[in-house]
């Protein structure tokens, strides 16, 4: 069992971090966002042959570029901003102090599931940073002279990994809303304070 953040020289509030609002659920939204989005741009314009006459009744000024490079730049953002997930996630994991007697919806105890969600985020960041790179090869070496600058393999993963994520993300999910790890609702809640009574 970790020990509590109060005995390692932070002061804590409800939510047994030394800060009001965990950071690590909002850098992942961050990082899903962004990866989520490069996909879908990515997708977009090796579809755009078949978008065209859409996209013009629409009246948008676009053109097959331009998907790819929102598609780039959303991975790289989302590729950076992981290194920060990822290390948010560990510290705030390492204050943990979760119940010993509870079991999640999918049978886990909370230390299984905080074993596998922080395995988990450095096999997605590992993942991650490899679409990165190969994402950049296909951009700038590969295929940069062709019109459709991604590979449908390098989607094909990139799609694989956005159902990772989901399961990844349960899991992160079950840690809050289930053992109530740093929820700061769910941990006043479990020391039997009113939540009418916060102010």
Known sequence: MNPPADQLGFSVGANGLPYAIPIHPNLVHLTLGLFIIAIVFDIAGVLFPIEKPLIKIFGFAANRSNFFDVGWYNLLGSAIITFFTVSAGFFEIMLAQPPLDLKSSWGLTA?????????????????????????????????????????????????????????????????????????????????????????
């Open 111 to 199: 230390y299984q599931t905080m074993l596998w969600h922080g395995v988990g985020g450095v096999v997605l960041l590992f993942a991650i940073v490899g679409l990165t790179l190969w994402r950049g090869l296909q951009r700038y070496r590969w295929r940069k002279d062709q019109s459709r600058q991604v590979q449908w393999s390098y989607l094909a993963a990139g799609v694989a990994v956005i159902a990772v994520l989901y399961f990844h993300g349960t899991l992160g999910a079950q840690m809050a809303a289930e053992f109530a790890i740093h929820n700061t609702a769910g941990n006043l809640l479990r020391q039997g304070v009113p939540l009418r009574s916060i102010k």
